[in-house]
T-cell receptor, first 111, second 116 residues
Framework: QKEVEQDPGPLSVPEGAIVSLNCTYSNSAFQYFMWYRQYSRKGPELLMYTYSSGNKEDGRFTAQVDKSSKYISLFIRDSQPSDSATYLCAMSEGNTGKLIFGQGTTLQVKP | GAVVSQHPSWVICKSGTSVKIECRSLDFQATTMFWYRQFPKQSLMLMATSNEGSKATYEQGVEKDKFLINHASLTLSTLTVTSAHPEDSSFYIC????????????FGDGTRLSIL
């Protein structure tokens, strides 16, 4: 079993839809949770960063962490074609520790 | 703007040659940088942790004599793929964390390596 599980998709939605992306994990020592967006042939770009459980909102993006269920989510409201990319969840035990990535979910937002 | 710069972005070379990839932190000094490898439609796999002024720490299964890492200054780490072969073709990405910030790692734009 992988430490971090993420459905690779692809996920296709119409423009304006609410997108829900999820990851599950097995290591209860993870404390830091991140979502990165990666466009084709580019490096990952940090979208959201959360410590421990709870919600965090930034514009159209909301990140949720449920440590009791070992489950994290990223919601994208009013999705745009420019949101089409691969979304990677990542987590670590410490703030300076190595990141463990999910496989990434490919999202396509159709105009 | 980019806080981590990676160069080159794309390199094609013949089998048996060595290739050097540079990773620079632009706005901060990074005592630690990370090197990842990514195959098509797969996630990032950590190869090694680059430590300024000391030896790199390699992940299990990564050949340290194959992938030489040098972290000679607080803003530069290099990855050299020695005697590259077609199976070394991949997307290599570096990252660094600003120790003065609570933000997690920032990534470079990656280097696409193609070995003929």
């Amino acid at each position: 079993q992988k430490e971090v599980e993420q459905d690779p998709g692809p996920l296709s939605v119409p423009e304006g839809a609410i997108v829900s992306l999820n990851c599950t994990y097995s290591n209860s020592a993870f404390q830091y949770f991140m979502w990165y967006r990666q466009y084709s042939r580019k490096g990952p770009e940090l979208l959201m960063y959360t410590y421990s459980s709870g919600n965090k909102e930034d514009g159209r993006f909301t990140a949720q962490v449920d440590k009791s269920s070992k489950y994290i989510s990223l919601f994208i409201r009013d999705s745009q074609p420019s949101d089409s990319a691969t979304y990677l969840c990542a987590m670590s035990e410490g703030n300076t520790g190595k990141l463990i990535f999910g496989q990434g979910t490919t999202l396509q937002v159709k105009p | 703007g980019a806080v981590v710069s990676q160069h080159p972005s794309w390199v094609i070379c013949k089998s048996g040659t060595s290739v050097k990839i540079e990773c620079r932190s632009l706005d901060f000094q990074a005592t630690t940088m990370f090197w990842y490898r990514q195959f098509p439609k797969q996630s990032l796999m950590l190869m090694a942790t680059s430590n300024e002024g000391s030896k790199a720490t390699y992940e299990q299964g990564v050949e340290k004599d194959k992938f030489l890492i040098n972290h000679a200054s607080l803003t530069l780490s290099t990855l050299t793929v020695t005697s590259a072969h077609p199976e070394d073709s991949s997307f290599y990405i570096c990252s660094a964390r600003d120790p003065g910030s609570r933000q997690p790692q920032h990534f470079g734009d990656g280097t696409r390596l193609s070995i003929l």
